[in-house]
């Protein structure tokens, strides 16, 4: 709730792309180096293409929060 009334000036669509973008990135990253490391030759690249297929993912969704919260009227 601290978050929520410290950015209540920030668009809720924007709040919800830069917070599943954070934990996405800390997902992939925790997972792929703890659960891949030694067993393929090059951790950054699965990193890199993980991290690319869900921002694209995030970036396609978000405009959709916003227009959900407009059509419910939240």
């Known amino acids: 709730a601290f978050l929520k009334i410290r950015f209540s000036g920030v668009p809720l669509a924007l709040r919800s792309g830069v917070s ?4 996405q990135t ?9 659960g891949l490391f030694g067993m393929v030759n090059n951790v950054g690249h699965i990193i890199l293409i993980c991290l690319i297929i869900k921002f694209t993912i995030i970036a396609c969704m978000t405009p959709l929060t916003g ?7 939240t």
């Open 20 to 23: 599943l973008a954070v934990c």
């Open 67 to 73: 227009l959900a919260r407009r059509v419910h009227g």
């Open 26 to 34: 800390a997902d992939t990253v925790l997972f792929a180096l703890l």
